[in-house]
């Protein structure tokens, strides 16, 4: 149904110390899709995407963006981090964090000028933050924090956005924007990965889905695959979502 | 001079190692210095105190790069690793010292100066060295600020920007080594790495901007490198170090008590500030209701039905009347036309100002 593969990835098995807390993960992530990767807390969700993006070294398995090494096509990919895996009292300010997405296009040494300031702008804008600017970023709400890092991403103006849990402790109203702004880069032909934990929103957020318990269990359209079957196969216990009509 | 130097640049550095939460990482590094100032001056059996930080340099980087290793390789935390290496490179350190004191050599004599530090065995060329490396340490930071930053903010997402983050922090570690090991003539093996977190311990509480910070934790070091210097000066026998770390720990105290924003003192006026407005505003809250329930606002009634309201004090009374809110005739009160627009209105303004 969908032409292009924009994350291929291959026997990709990942361990911390003796379990393995990927096993043999064979992927293939059309291009353009929203995918939600649900599973239980420990079965691998961030541990898939941080392998992906190199953050981890897999024990085996490779990653290919576009059929090409992920080292070469970096570029074309932004990343989302969880918002509690920074110190959010450093000393900077909002418009800096975003700033910093641009810091990969420009390579070591050189600052950032005017015309990264002003993709910067428009990313504020574009999540809703511009009047948040100049504030410091341990002033920020949760909710704002997370639309900061989000703004990030949108800087690097990448093909494939990767994000780890941006709707974990955040209100409902930035909540909806985050997904208004996740369905417009879909409608814009990008491919976003979310890390997602609520699966009564997953039909509606959602199109595409991978189940993932230390094994992938599934992937496809959530219309075709988002049963009982298999949330129960990937829970454990007998999980049923009543999935509107 | 040589101890505003150093101050300035043990500032500085000690400002990502505050950001990086590594703050314990000077001290290992300081006291992992000790044998290697110890095996340079038993290789030579010389004082030439190049030769003796070089050898400080060296057992430094080794102890740092140990220390890394035990907490990427094995399950103990850093704190630990931190720990052993601190106190297995300073016993080792020691048990060399001890064994040289022993030796019939004249020159021995002056090599417990490092323990502590002595400003007064600086000589202009130590200085010269310092200021050069300050030189270097500053043009790198220079170039390197924007690199710098963002590891030091969100390591993980700088890898996937496709920096090597592994040689953005080797550069800001072998830094901060370099600065401990020139210190360590100063301000001695251990109390260096007081020097290197009171400065910017001290300027975080004033800026909320990593570039001030760095500046300020700078001025921070040299002056407590001047005064220190100074008083330590003024008397006989009084050891530098812990003169300058004295120094720098009343900058250090001053800065949290007095800053504007993240001080104790600003801290505690804020907050009784904020309880007084708010007693005031529930005072007053109650009394618009109270006159609500008549048609004339200004109906006087009797203080006497305040005393059932919690708060409520002569205090909290004499303020309303003195903002001109409430009036006082007797034993009776009554409120204000503009009293009683401000309370109407301060429901509105309570929830706006959250929103914000």
């Known amino acids: 149904m969908k032409n ?55 024990i085996a398995g490779s990653v290919s963006i576009y059929g090409k ?69 341990s002033q920020l709400s949760g909710g704002q924090q997370q639309r900061i890092f989000l703004a990030r991403a949108l800087v690097q103006n990448a093909s494939i956005y990767f994000m780890d849990e941006p709707f974990q402790g955040v209100d409902a109203t930035t909540e909806i924007a985050i997904i208004n702004i996740l369905k417009e880069l879909r409608k814009a032909g990008k491919t976003v990965i979310v890390v997602h934990h609520d699966l009564q929103t997953v039909p509606e957020y959602f199109d595409w889905v991978t189940f993932l318990n230390v094994k992938k269990i599934a992937t496809g359209p959530v219309k075709d695959i988002f049963n009982d079957d298999n949330l129960t196969k990937t829970y454990g216990i007998n999980y049923k979502v009543s999935i509107q009509e | 001079m040589g101890t505003a130097i150093l101050g300035a640049i043990t500032g500085m550095l000690g400002s990502f190692a505050v950001l990086r939460k590594q703050s314990l990482l000077g001290d290992a590094i300081s006291h992992a210095a000790l044998p290697g100032i110890a095996i340079a001056f038993l290789i030579t059996g ?114 996937t920007l496709g920096f ?75 050891s530098t170090g812990p003169v300058i770390v004295i120094v720098a720990s009343i900058f250090v105290l001053l800065s949290f008590v007095f800053s504007p924003s993240r001080g104790l003192l600003f801290k505690q006026i804020r907050f009784i500030k904020n ?9 007053l809250a109650f009394m618009y209701n109270i006159a609500e329930t008549h048609e004339d606002i200004t109906h006087p009634h009797a203080i006497k039905i305040l005393n059932n309201f919690q708060g409520f004090t002569k205090g909290t009374l004499q303020k309303l ?18 009293g009683f627009k401000t309370a109407s209105n301060l429901y509105n303004q309570q929830t706006t100002g959250d929103n914000e």
């Open chain 1, 4 to 58: 292009k593969i924009a994350v291929k990835v291959d026997d990709l098995t990942v361990a911390y110390n003796y379990k393995p807390v990927l096993w043999d993960i064979d992927l293939e992530i059309p291009e353009g899709v929203l995918m939600a990767i649900v599973g239980p807390n420990g079965a691998g969700k961030s541990t898939l995407i941080k392998s992906i993006l190199g953050i981890l070294k897999p």
């Open chain 1, 69 to 137: 090494p992920y080292e070469d096509q970096r570029s074309l990919v932004a990343y989302v981090p969880q918002k509690g895996s920074v110190d959010w009292d450093f000393p900077t300010t909002a418009l800096d964090v975003v700033k910093m997405g641009t810091y990969g296009s420009l390579g070591w040494i050189k600052r950032p000028g005017l015309k990264q300031k002003k993709a910067a702008l428009e990313a504020l804008e574009k999540v809703g933050m511009l009047p948040f600017k100049n504030r410091q970023i």
């Open chain 2, 275 to 283: 309880r007084r407005d708010l007693e005031l505003h529930k005072t």
């Open chain 2, 164 to 238: 090597n983050t592994k040689t953005i922090d080797i550069l800001i570690t072998s830094f901060i080594v370099l600065a401990i090991v020139l210190g360590l003539q100063t301000v001695g093996v251990v109390l260096m790495s007081a020097m290197l977190l009171a400065p910017a311990a001290a300027a975080r509480q004033w800026t909320n901007s990593l570039g001030v910070m760095v500046i300020l934790a700078a001025i921070f070091g040299a002056f407590s490198g001047v005064f220190g210097t100074a008083i330590s000066a003024t008397q006989n026998n009084l």
């Open chain 2, 321 to 338: 009347v003195h903002k001109n809110y409430v009036k006082l005739d007797g034993n009776m009160w009554y409120m204000t036309e503009e």
């Open chain 2, 46 to 159: 010389a004082k030439d105190s190049n030769t003796l930080l070089l050898g400080a340099l060296v057992s430094g980087l080794i102890g740092t790069f140990w220390i890394r290793g035990i907490i990427t390789k094995t399950h103990l935390k850093s704190d630990t690793a931190l720990g052993l290496i601190l106190s297995l490179f300073f016993g080792f350190g020691m048990l060399l010292l001890t064994y040289i004191q022993k030796q019939p050599n004249a020159n021995q004599a002056g090599l417990d100066k490092y323990l502590f530090g002595q400003a007064a065995t600086l000589v202009e060329r130590d200085v010269w060295l310092m200021a050069i490396v300050t030189g270097i340490c500053l043009l790198v930071l220079l170039l390197f600020w924007k690199e710098f930053k963002i590891l030091l903010f969100d390591a993980d997402y700088t890898k």
